[in-house]
């Protein structure tokens, strides 16, 4: 099959995760993190940061409902990206006075991250994104790593105060857990069209398209050979890889087509697929 690499601007779209229960998973996300609800019914709600029927985050109960087992692909974490430092200054200090437990947070050199998880386990990153200039590199690959995080300045920075999370809030970049790096960097690069922009971190590999530091994260840290979740566990629903040009979104499902990618249709042409481990994609 011919080359073939994604548009600059293609990005992560919106985002669907399973829960066990609406109510809760809504004081989470809502309460906690500050996301409105846009619309809800007894067993589906749409989250937006700015209050629109523009859905980022989408929350479907599961009928029993169990956690997604220990050592299984799936979601690592899903990874919501505030636009500046002061708007993650400020859901820190909020998490903070909320009590909500932290599980870590990190300086990865293009980025600083505060980690959690939400009331079903699903792991989460907040995090926001240092200006590309200041990105560093090595040998052609973006560098990044897992240094402390300086939370006290973060802290300082925050905006002055709380009124949910930041309008201009979105989904920065998804991380996988995945059976096998080589298998997983089939699908998403020869075949989606990502570009691999870091190599090399133990058992990890990061794509990006139009030179971000990554989309999308892999791991083989459940162990090589894991295997995926039931379908009654809580985790990913499904993530959407967003492509403006009509066109170009096209040539991408035709692509998959013909690659003999089982595929099944969804809203507004859109297509929906799942990776060699069955992580869903909406294409």
């Given amino acids: 099959m011919d080359a073939y690499t994604l548009p600059a601007d293609a990005h992560i779209g919106r985002l669907m995760l399973k829960v066990a229960d609406l109510d809760r998973a809504l ?37 029993n409902a169990q956690r997604k087992p220990p050592r299984t692909t799936g979601l690592y974490h899903a990874a919501i990206r505030l636009p500046d430092r002061p708007a993650l200054g400020a859901l820190l200090q909020h998490l903070l006075k909320q009590r909500y437990p932290l599980q870590g947070a990190a300086d990865h050199l293009v980025s600083e991250a505060i980690y959690l998880a939400d009331p079903d386990g699903n792991g989460l990153e907040l995090y926001t994104d240092r200006p590309r200039a200041e990105w560093p590199s090595m040998n052609g690959q973006i560098s990044m790593a897992t240094d402390p995080l300086d939370a006290q300045g973060l802290l300082r920075d925050a905006s002055l105060t709380w009124d949910g999370i930041h309008p201009h809030t979105d989904i920065g970049h998804m991380h996988l857990q995945v059976s096998d790096l080589a298998q997983a960097e089939a699908f998403y690069c020869d075949l989606l069209g990502f570009e691999v922009s870091l190599r090399g971190y133990p058992g990890a ?3 990006s398209a ?74």
């Fill in 205 to 207: 590999l990061f794509v």
């Fill in 27 to 63: 004081d989470f996300y809502a309460s906690i993190l500050g996301f409105q609800v846009s619309g809800r019914d007894t067993e589906e709600a749409i989250l937006s940061p700015r209050g629109n029927t523009d859905a980022l985050i989408i929350l479907k109960v599961i009928p």
């Fill in 210 to 283: 139009g030179g971000y530091h990554h989309h999308i994260g892999l791991n083989v840290w459940a162990g090589i050979g894991a295997a995926p979740p039931p379908p009654e566990a809580v985790g990913l629903g499904f993530f959407q890889i967003a492509i403006s040009d009509k066109t170009v979104r096209q040539a991408l499902l035709d692509r998959l087509s013909s690659s003999e990618v089982d595929t099944l249709e969804g809203s507004n042409g859109a297509s929906l697929i799942r990776d060699p481990d069955g992580n869903q994609v909406l294409i």
